[in-house]
């Protein structure tokens, strides 16, 4: 969550971010929201990006990663946003884990997902992030 804008803001553009990472999967799913949370405590959806992990370097070609080891990835979010802030507002980012009723679930095996099964999920995912991992949002600011 940043700081509240001290004057009206404008974000204009496709966000972005570089993930640096270790977890204990081949795989997951992630989402990451902006957010507006406005001086009244209301949040409004900016924009998202969902991904496989494993998809992240090539759409095109699926590499899985490597428990236990370090990885980074990049990416940059398909959905323009433009918004101004209006004073007091704050930007927040959220990244989370897709398990929800609505999707397919990514157990990480490195399956083909459709292939797993809750039995296939051993532990659950764990991620740890690094201080190297940052998002970037296009800002008048």
Do not use: C
Not at 18 to 30: A, E, G, S, V, Y
Not at 85 to 102: A, C, M, N, T, Y
């Amino acid at each position: 969550m940043s700081d509240p804008f001290a004057r009206p803001t404008d974000i204009s553009g496709l966000f972005s971010g570089h993930l640096d990472f270790t977890t204990n999967k081949k795989d997951f799913d992630l989402e990451i929201d902006l957010y507006e949370l406005t001086p009244k405590e209301e949040y409004f959806q900016l924009s998202f990006y969902k991904a496989s992990a494993s998809y992240m370097k090539d759409r095109s070609h699926r590499q899985l990663l490597i428990p236990g080891e370090r990885e980074q990835l990049d990416f940059t979010a398909g959905r323009l946003t433009s918004r101004e802030f209006q004073v007091g507002s704050r930007l927040v980012v959220e990244i989370s884990i897709i398990k929800g009723p609505g999707a397919q679930i990514n157990y990480g095996t490195g399956k083909d997902v459709s292939d797993e099964t809750i039995n296939d999920a051993g532990l659950p995912v764990k991620i740890q992030w690094m201080s190297d991992s940052f998002i970037e949002v296009p800002s008048s600011q």
